[in-house]
């Protein structure tokens, strides 16, 4: 079974993960972290390593909001002593389908799955309508 941590700014996470069980339902194997306007980011490191080892970094894939932010910066320290696998840029749709799924494929499987419906769940509408 694979297991999820979203670390991300603010309540994005949290709410990531509400709006996916109004469509989705129950989803289970999931914690988020949310850094908040004047939280310490020592702080907040200390809390992805603790969450990561309550887990476990076996069959985890940690989400967070954005390349190059303090949430993606704390988990990156963490990646060169552990084994889970990291995705930047997450997203409802790539969000919901790797929540369907992750009970289905393995975690090369998942993975290859995130990159390739991570580029399909951006649309440029204006290409897809003709306007008058």
Same mark, same amino acid.
């Given at each position: ?8 700014? %603010? /309540?994005?996470?949290?709410? =990531?993960? @509400?709006?996916?069980?109004?469509? +989705?339902?129950? $989803?289970?194997?999931?914690?988020? &972290?949310?850094?908040?306007? %004047? /939280?310490?980011?020592?702080? =907040?490191? @200390?809390?992805?390593?603790?969450? +990561?080892?309550? $887990?476990?970094?076996?069959?985890? &894939? ?71």
């Amino acid at each position: 079974m694979i297991n999820i941590l979203i670390v991300s700014h %603010g /309540d994005f996470g949290k709410e =990531l993960l @509400k709006s996916s069980e109004i469509i +989705i339902g129950k $989803i289970d194997n999931i914690e988020c &972290i949310s850094f908040n306007l %004047g /939280d310490n980011y020592a702080d =907040l490191c @200390k809390k992805v390593q603790e969450s +990561i080892e309550r $887990i476990g970094d076996d069959d985890l &894939i940690v989400f967070t909001d954005m390349y190059g932010g303090s949430p993606f910066n704390s988990v990156t320290k963490l990646m060169k002593d552990k084994k889970f696998f990291h995705i930047t840029g997450v997203n409802l749709p790539l969000f919901i389908d790797i929540a369907i799924n992750k009970n289905t494929y393995s975690m090369d499987e998942i993975a290859e799955k995130i990159i390739k419906n991570g580029k399909k769940s951006i649309v440029f509408v204006n290409d897809k309508f003709i306007f008058d």
